[in-house]
């Protein structure tokens, strides 16, 4: 089966470092997501991607997130300085949408982030 | 995107069938119904999604009444393994997927 494939799976980092989460979305997917978890919020959407423009980042806070599509291959989730109320697990999901039918999305196993 | 409303729980007993509803009274004509569900500490997983029309899967059946006001999730024959919180999401194509705060489903043997 085809997958989303998110690294690193765990991370712990001290507060004050960048901390840069990737991801690989499923080959001819054309959206991408990316999700922040935590006990508190529940499942937050951070920002989506569509044919690797970014559509809505509203979700992140702009002062020390960053959200990329280098290229169709990899999106990438930068925290910069990162905080221990970032601790979370971030999702990466992808889909095709095709602006006439349903976007099923396909989410990778998570990052999970401790800032200490 | 229209809102919905799931209980915030629910029990269901092993090879049972297991009925999730879901309400959306709110929803326009164009907006698909979804199902996700998240399993403890792993990514969200999609199940099954319809406009108008019943369907069915391999993983599940999801019934929509006939004025679209309501949806029933059903797996037939619920195993451990089901155990998981599921996301009632409606949303017009190519819009963003948010998630609420889901049913806790729990199997029990």
């Known amino acids: 089966d085809a997958r989303v494939t998110q690294t690193p799976r765990h991370k712990v980092t001290e507060m004050g470092q960048e901390v840069t989460m990737r991801c690989q979305p499923i080959l001819g997917h054309n959206t991408v997501f990316w999700y922040r978890q935590t006990m508190m919020q529940g499942l937050e959407l951070l920002a989506y991607f569509r044919n690797r423009a970014p559509l809505d980042d509203s979700g992140m806070p702009k002062d020390r997130f960053s959200a990329e599509m280098p290229d169709a291959t990899l999106a990438t989730l930068k925290i910069q300085p990162s905080e221990p109320r970032d601790s979370a697990v971030y999702f990466c999901a992808s889909g095709f949408d095709s602006n006439s039918g349903a976007n099923v999305l396909t989410f990778g196993a998570g990052s999970r982030l401790t800032v200490l | 995107d229209a809102k919905t409303t799931q209980p915030t729980s629910m029990d269901c007993a092993e090879g049972r069938a297991a009925n999730l509803p879901c309400n959306h009274s709110t929803i326009s004509g164009n907006e698909y119904v979804y199902w996700y569900r998240q399993i403890h500490s792993q990514g969200p997983q999609y199940i099954i999604h319809?406009?108008?029309n019943n369907e069915t899967n391999e993983m599940a059946s999801l019934i929509i009444t006939e004025d679209r006001k309501s949806s029933t999730l059903i797996l037939p024959h619920a195993t451990l393994r089901d155990t998981a919180v599921y996301y009632c999401?409606?949303?017009?194509?190519?819009?963003?997927?948010?998630f609420g705060e889901g049913t806790q489903l729990t199997v029990n043997p």
């Open positions: 999401i409606v949303i017009i194509s190519g819009s963003r997927l948010t």
């Open positions: 319809g406009l108008k």
